[in-house]
C-alpha cells in the first residue's frame, strides 16, 4: 500500500514539474453556498410583496408589516421582521427591512 502511494505522489509530483497538471486549495466560504441562509427582503413604507408559497410564521414585534395571509405582506413603518414561507416541500426564512419611503 506504501508503495502505491508512493509512485502515485512521484507521478503527480512529475506531472506538476512539467506543466500537465495543477493542484491548489482555494478556501471555500461556506455562508455563501448554504442552503439554510435567510433571504434579504427590502420593502419600502407602503409597497407590497407576494410570495410564491403560504407564509407560516411570522416575528413581526415592532409591527412593521402588515401580512395577509397567505401569501401578502405590506411595509407599515420602518423597522425588521423576520417570515417563514412554505413552498414545494422547503420552508425559507426571510429577512425583512422596512426603509422609509423618502
Known amino acids: 500500500m506504501k508503495f502505491k502511494s508512493l509512485t502515485i505522489c512521484a507521478l503527480l509530483g512529475v506531472s506538476m ?4 497538471v495543477s493542484a491548489s486549495a482555494a478556501p471555500v466560504d461556506t ?3 448554504s442552503p439554510f441562509a435567510n433571504q434579504s427582503l427590502v420593502l ?5 410583496h407576494n410570495f410564491n ?5 411570522v416575528d413581526n ?3 412593521v408589516i402588515a401580512v ?5 405582506i405590506r411595509g407599515i413603518k420602518p423597522g425588521q421582521a423576520k417570515l417563514r414561507v412554505y413552498s414545494n416541500g422547503v420552508y425559507t426564512y426571510y429577512d ?3 426603509k422609509s419611503s423618502i
Open 31 to 33: 455562508n455563501s453556498v
Open 53 to 57: 408559497g403560504t407564509i407560516s410564521m
Open 68 to 72: 395577509t395571509y397567505p401569501t401578502t
Open 61 to 63: 414585534i415592532q409591527n
Open 96 to 98: 425583512i427591512l422596512v
Open 17 to 20: 514539474l512539467l506543466g500537465s
Open 44 to 48: 419600502r413604507v407602503g409597497e407590497i
